[in-house]
């Protein structure tokens, strides 16, 4: 089937610091959506992006639509504890109408 | 709040077992749909609904069954569970009205089979 890629699988973040992580497809969307799931909870929607190119920001967080239409990035800019969780992307095919998920990219915390 | 709710939120059962999933909704939501999420792995899609009298599978339905009773409650159920459905599971909605595709998920059932 269609799949999503995302990456990195898994990051340590800093507290203050900046964080990126991206998902990419061979196949064209119109629309990417960006969750966050902490433990033992379901998945909370953060950014939804629904035009190539656009850029959106909820508070600390910022995501972009890839001008290509295959990928997506999402930004977490000074980072905090509380952002430690699991970010999913997850995107409709231009000739879908359900959404496929990437596998997650884990934020934890730098010892 | 308008909200997605799951019982139960725990589980566990045996090999052979029936087991029955629901999911409830206040949002006024037309779709519900049903996922599975494993260790490591994203949310896969197990079947979904449009409507009341709509039912579609999804990616991976074998082994599952769902039943529409109204347009706010989709249950999902496992026929004969076995170990490799030990897995959590979410329900989600979202309005075909809006004409967006945002997807809002219930809590979870964490279902375990020994």
């Known amino acids: 089937g269609q799949q999503l890629n995302q990456s990195p699988q898994s990051m340590f973040i800093q507290e203050g610091e900046d964080v990126s992580m991206n998902c990419t497809s061979s196949?064209?969307?119109?629309?990417w959506l960006w969750y966050k799931q902490d433990p033992g909870e379901g998945p909370v929607l953060l950014i939804a992006?629904?035009?190539?190119?656009e850029l959106t920001s909820n508070g600390r967080l910022t995501a972009q639509f890839g001008i290509t239409r295959k990928d997506s990035f999402l930004n977490i800019s000074a980072s905090i504890p509380s952002d430690v969780g699991i970010y999913f992307c997850a995107g409709l095919f231009a000739a879908g109408n359900k959404l496929t998920f990437g596998g997650g990219t884990r934020v934890l915390v730098k010892p | 709040d308008a909200d997605v709710t799951q019982t139960p939120r725990n589980r566990i059962t045996k090999t052979g077992k029936r087991i029955m999933l629901e999911c409830s909704q206040t949002k006024g939501h037309d779709r519900m749909y049903w996922y599975r999420q494993d260790p490591g792995l994203g949310l896969r899609l197990i079947y979904y609904s449009f409507d009341v009298k709509d039912i579609n599978k999804g990616e991976i339905s074998d082994g599952y069954s769902v039943s529409r009773q109204a347009q706010a409650k989709f249950s999902l159920s496992l026929e004969s569970a076995i170990p490799n459905q030990t897995a959590l599971y979410f329900c989600a909605t979202s309005d075909s009205g809006t004409g967006r595709n945002e997807q809002f998920f219930g809590p979870g059932t964490r279902l375990t089979v020994l």
């Open positions: 992006l629904y035009k190539a190119g």
């Open positions: 196949s064209i969307f119109n629309t």
